[in-house]
């Protein structure tokens, strides 16, 4: 686990006549994000000079100097930084050592180079976890830059002047590189920012979860390695729910085991759900009965969990089932209470790391969490991010659940089906409305858009059009998110989408290529987590689990009886249930959300009073002053607060802090 930066020339020319001061501004680019690898350093510049390799190191798997990155391969041609955490690692090793690859010590890093000597440009395809990884192979002279499946962990890139490509793990990194910051306004009007390679800064891109970038010969492409599949909808299922059940369970038990090697030790992050709770009984089950370490714990330790609390009145706080599940576990429990003053407190510094908006406090919470583990000598936790979007966690995806029958399995009747499918898109319009955002997404249907509803759900917390000022509006025209939601989506993908898989899994695709990547995985996962030197581990994210999952029908990760209602994530339930307890296995979903309503003149309100002064806002160049102005007055009141202005609020306070922080020029100016 680390923070990486990287630098090509994309016509072989010397990186010095485009950047001064070459391994100094490296150096200066790691700073910036030490927190990410604070163990240690590492710089490497091929002869030529048009590469350079930088690495900071949190030294989790072999904490010796054979760790230390970047890493070369022993005929000194291949040279990598790695970002993250690779699996399976004795059984990878054993086959790549019995083709004849000598490796130099025992971090699992060093497997992208021995995969890559053996498989070339397909070594991606070997790889289980998550990363980011750049490569040189001065043998062919190519350059490679990779993303994990799922984008669990981040890369960015920046194309600068003259044919030189930056690339880094945060966007704060690019800074002393000569990146000048300006506002992709296109980016943020659209939703662009969060469902496609753009950023909120303009210039900045993501590489795709699932893609490489090569440049070799003077070009640079872009070409995919991996991408989620479903069945088609209209092939009946001929396993059994035993079966499907039985083989959920084996997998996910193996992910969690894979996860907890470490030559540190190994936490688990717990709240009152069944994702995470599941992880905690499934890592306190291997401990007890077959002798798994939690990294390099002693296998007398109980295993160790973490929480956070909110305030018990305010209605977010599951620090109390999780305490219980704890105690029902045997494991250790260590609790960290968020106040509104705590929430204040760390706001800025968490808007930081995160380097985008977000519409909830929730991210604040999380980062707040990530300073525990540290605090009691944990670098390493499981988290249970993942489970939602791949078992049928979300009620925005009931809709397209009951949007068309489930032929491969379900059991329900046709008329069932389409009187709960009209019920369930009236209570989200209804929803909508209640938080004051537009219910006409639903009935906004066209060729450009997609034949699924969760898109539109998408959009219930995308900044109304009304905030942005009369320049924006001018520049960038009338905007319509569903169709850059849709445009996400690849040519092979929507085919499928429109033919043959279910829309449950169409919606479930559309989430995951967008907003689980460019958002959850982002301010409720990696950033917050690594602000603090934590390395979270994704055990629901573990694509040989994922793509069976994926290949279950509709009908067994959503069940409906008339009886019960809607179960979401029947089948994880079921697969996990001696793992956990009672209470947990009959609990519905619960959102991880921070409060909304605080106490007027409290720290929160004044906080982004003075985040959200006249001046700070103008001086973003494409917000409506009035409008926001409007909005405060409904989000800061007493009683009948409107929610959906608070979070609007919310926005704009973050957009001022980035401004601040980043050195953003005013846009328009």
Sequence with gaps: MCGIVAVVSVDGSSLDTQLDRLEGRLDEALEKIEHRGPDGRGIWVDDARNIALAHCRLSINDLSETGHQPLHSPDRTVHAVVNGELYDYDNIRLSLEALGYTFKGHSDSELVLALYRQYGLSFLSHMRGEYAVVLYDSGTRTFIAARDRYGIKPLFYKVGKDGVVMFAAEMKALLPLGWEPEWDVGAIIDGGWGQDIRTVFKGVHKVRPGHYMVVRDGIVETRQYWDAEYPDKRVKETRSEEEMIKTTRDLLVDSVRQRLRADVPVGIYLSGGIDSSAIAGIAAHLVETQGVTMGCQDPSERVCCFSIAFDADSGFDESEISERTAKHLGVKFLKQHMSEKDLAEDFEEAVYHIEHHNQDLNFVGKFALSKVPRQHGYKVVLTGEGADEHFGGYPLYLP??????????????????????????????????????????????????????????????????????????????????????????????????????????????????????????????????????????TPFLDHPLTEYINSLPPSIKIRYTPEAGFTEKYALREAVKPFVTDEVYKRRKHAYAAPTTYPLNGPIQSLLEKLISQERVEKLGFIDWEEVKRLKGLAFVEKDQDVWAWRVILIVAEWTVLAERFGVKTWGA
């Design 400 to 537: 397209d659940f009951l949007a068309e029958m489930d032929h491969a399995g379900g059991v329900m009747s046709e008329e069932d089906r389409a009187r709960l499918f009209a019920e369930k898109v009236a209570e989200a319009r209804k929803t909508y409305e209640m938080i004051g955002a537009d219910p006409t997404y639903f009935d906004k249907k066209s060729d450009r858009h997609l034949p699924i509803l969760t898109p539109s759900a998408l959009l219930a917390f995308t900044p109304p059009q009304p905030i942005f000022n009369a320049a924006a509006h001018k520049a960038f025209g009338p905007v319509d998110a569903l169709t850059t939601i849709a445009n996400n989506i690849d040519v092979r993908a929507r085919a499928k989408i429109e033919t043959s898989w279910h829309p449950l899994h169409s919606g479930m695709y559309v989430w995951g290529k967008g907003h689980l990547s460019n958002q959850f995985l982002s301010c409720l996962g990696d950033r917050v987590e690594m602000a603090h030197s934590v390395e979270a581990r």
